[in-house]
């Protein structure tokens, strides 16, 4: 069966740190996969998409990598600072008519 | 920014209740979903619409939802009678396109409870 799985663990780290996320599936084929960031009580906020021929995307402090031989990617969040505090989605649409699958996601906390 | 809306922000029924909840869409998307989250667990695809036809639905939207596009900003998930597993967040989305690489835009939920 198809299975997305993410730490299920939360994430500690101290401030100026670098998080670092994963996101492993097993019995997909995507042409992409997406990171959200998901705060308690809202909507998923969409942070960088990553396609199948990428390794490496970054925006600004965030860094996404896509190993599609390992069927993994992670999810890099560097110089992290205490709003960075949230829950992390890992998003894979394998459907090809954007029909998100959704890991449980991974919440992150950063202390000052 | 353009963003989605979703209203009402919380919605509280009786099992057997029809609920109706409502998005407006970014203005310029085509596309449009629903999602829905029930408290600990992931976020679930229920359906996708597109040219005023369902494009895809999950095993979970079965005979007791339906969806509309009622005029040109509008998108609203009908239940018709609820249950109490029905109680979760439900979240809209849309996007330009959707070939997969199309970002899909989240509204801020509609909480529903069920009782």
């Known amino acids: 069966s198809q299975k997305i799985e993410q730490n299920s663990e939360a994430l500690n780290i101290q401030e100026g740190k670098t998080a670092t996320l994963t996101c492993n599936y097993t019995?997909?084929?995507?042409?992409?996969l997406q990171w959200y960031r998901q705060d308690p009580g809202r909507g998923p906020v969409f942070l960088l998409l990553?396609?199948?021929?990428?390794k490496e995307k970054r925006k600004e402090r965030l860094k996404v990598t896509f190993d599609t031989t390992l069927k993994q990617s992670l999810f890099h969040i560097t110089a992290s600072q205490p709003a960075d505090s949230a829950t992390y989605l890992c998003?894979?649409?394998?459907?090809?008519?954007?029909?998100?699958?959704f890991g449980k996601g991974t919440m992150l906390l950063v202390s000052p | 920014e353009p963003e989605v809306t979703q209203t009402p922000s919380h919605q509280v029924t009786q099992m057997g209740q029809e609920v109706i909840l409502r998005c407006v869409p970014i203005s310029n998307h085509l596309y449009f979903y629903w999602y829905r989250q029930i408290l600990g667990q992931k976020v679930e695809f229920l359906v996708s619409f597109y040219n005023n036809e369902i494009s895809e639905k999950s095993e979970i939207f079965d005979d007791q939802f339906s969806v509309e596009r009622p005029d040109g900003s509008n998108f609203t998930l009908k239940i018709r009678s609820t249950k109490l597993e029905d109680s979760a967040m439900y979240f809209c989305?849309?996007?330009?396109?959707?070939?997969?690489?199309?970002?899909?835009?989240f509204g801020p939920g509609t909480r529903l409870t069920v009782l």
């Open positions: 990553i396609r199948e021929n990428e």
């Open positions: 998003a894979l649409d394998d459907s090809g008519y954007s029909t998100l699958t």
């Open positions: 019995n997909y084929s995507p042409a992409y």
């Open positions: 989305a849309s996007s330009e396109g959707a070939s997969g690489g199309d970002t899909q835009y």
